[in-house]
C-alpha cells in the first residue's frame, strides 16, 4: 500500500515550471504571432510542452521549432535576457618560500 502512495506522490510531481510562452521566448520565438498566426498548432504545442518536460519537447520538435522560427520571429527588444552566472571565488594561493639555514 505504501508503494501505491509513493506511485501516486510521484505522478503528482510537476517536473518542469516554465510556460510555453517563456520557453518560445528563448527559443526567440513571439508567442503572441505564433498563437495568430497558427493557433492549432500552438494549441498542439502548448497541449505536449504541458506534460513532458522542456528538454524532451525540445528533442521531438525541433525542426518543427526551426521553422517557427522562422516564421515568428522575436524581436530583439523583446528578447529574454538570463541573468549571468557569478563568478567562482577561487583561493588565493602562496607560494611557499624556501627556508634558509
Excluded: W
Amino acid at each position: 500500500m505504501a508503494n501505491l502512495h509513493a506511485i501516486r506522490n510521484l505522478a503528482s510531481i510537476k517536473f518542469a515550471t516554465m510556460e510555453f510562452a517563456d520557453y518560445l521566448k528563448e527559443k526567440k520565438i513571439d508567442p503572441n504571432k505564433f498563437k495568430v498566426g497558427d493557433p492549432d498548432q500552438y494549441d498542439e504545442f502548448k497541449r505536449i510542452f504541458d506534460q513532458v518536460h522542456p528538454n524532451s519537447f525540445t528533442q521531438q520538435k525541433l525542426f518543427l521549432i526551426n521553422n517557427i522560427r522562422r516564421s515568428y520571429k522575436l524581436k530583439e527588444q523583446q528578447e529574454v535576457k538570463k541573468p549571468a552566472a557569478a563568478k567562482a571565488m577561487r583561493p588565493k594561493i602562496k607560494p611557499l618560500k624556501p627556508k634558509t639555514s
